[in-house]
């Protein structure tokens, strides 16, 4: 299969993938990479790092069709394009196509290292992913770059807490305690901390 086939048939199933979600009435619910909302994977907090507008909004699907297939294409075409890359992991993450979304931020990130957004979206993306590992670097790169951001910190302890790492959640939770003492995800980052120190799952 040529490139051009490959970039058809990843666009095939995008459209597919995005008229299912129109027609069950979710896709306007749906967040996306770049703005705020909550997380999609199990057991976020509800500070989980901000995911956005929906990219398609409401419309017919062959308009909807058109501006995926337009992305994709840019994204592809101008790899020196930010917010063409950008734009691309937003239409992925939508799908729950993870592992695209993260392909074009790794992009972005290349173009613009010090863009905060993308670093924190690297992160929340990686999360909802499961690589726990690199969710949990790209949090600590964001913490580097602002070190109070309450979302970020609740990310990462929701990474190293699924990772298994008490000490490291543990040093997560206290800094989201210093920052925001109040914080309705303590709670439940204690128990499950509690039961991680115990052994229970």
């Given at each position: 299969?040529?490139?051009?086939?490959?970039?058809?048939?990843?666009?095939?199933?995008?459209?597919?993938?995005?008229?299912?979600?129109?027609?069950?009435?979710?896709?306007?619910?749906?967040?996306?990479?770049?703005?705020?909302?909550?997380?999609?994977?199990?057991?976020?907090?509800?500070?989980?790092?901000?995911?956005?507008?929906?990219?398609?909004?409401?419309?017919n699907?062959?308009?909807?069709?058109?501006?995926?297939?337009?992305?994709?294409?840019?994204?592809?075409?101008?790899?020196?394009?930010?917010?063409?890359?950008?734009?691309?992991?937003?239409?992925?993450?939508?799908?729950?196509?993870?592992?695209?979304s993260?392909?074009?931020?790794?992009?972005?990130?290349?173009?613009?290292?010090t863009?905060?957004?993308?670093?924190?979206?690297?992160?929340m993306?990686?999360?909802?992913?499961?690589?726990?590992?690199?969710?949990?670097?790209?949090?600590?790169?964001?913490?580097?770059?602002?070190?109070?951001?309450?979302?970020?910190?609740?990310?990462?302890?929701?990474?190293?807490?699924?990772?298994?790492?008490?000490?490291?959640?543990?040093?997560?939770?206290?800094?989201?305690?210093?920052?925001?003492?109040?914080?309705?995800?303590?709670?439940?980052?204690?128990?499950?901390?509690?039961?991680?120190?115990?052994?229970?799952?």
């Amino acid at each position: 299969m040529n490139r051009e086939n490959l970039l058809f048939g990843i666009i095939g199933i995008l459209f597919g993938f995005i008229v299912g979600f129109m027609l069950a009435g979710s896709m306007s619910q749906k967040p996306a990479v770049v703005s705020s909302g909550p997380g999609t994977a199990q057991n976020l907090p509800s500070d989980h790092p901000p995911v956005g507008d929906n990219a398609g909004g409401q419309g017919n699907p062959q308009a909807i069709f058109a501006q995926v297939q337009a992305s994709i294409e840019k994204a592809r075409k101008e790899p020196k394009n930010f917010d063409a890359q950008v734009k691309a992991a937003e239409l992925y993450y939508q799908i729950q196509r993870y592992d695209q979304s993260i392909e074009f931020l790794l992009k972005a990130n290349e173009l613009q290292p010090t863009d905060y957004q993308t670093v924190v979206n690297l992160g929340m993306v990686n999360l909802d992913a499961g690589h726990y590992d690199n969710a949990e670097k790209w949090y600590n790169a964001a913490m580097k770059m602002k070190s109070d951001d309450v979302q970020v910190l609740s990310g990462l302890a929701a990474a190293t807490l699924q990772k298994g790492d008490a000490k490291a959640a543990e040093d997560a939770i206290a800094k989201l305690e210093k920052v925001d003492p109040n914080s309705q995800d303590l709670p439940q980052f204690r128990d499950k901390l509690a039961n991680l120190k115990s052994g229970k799952k």
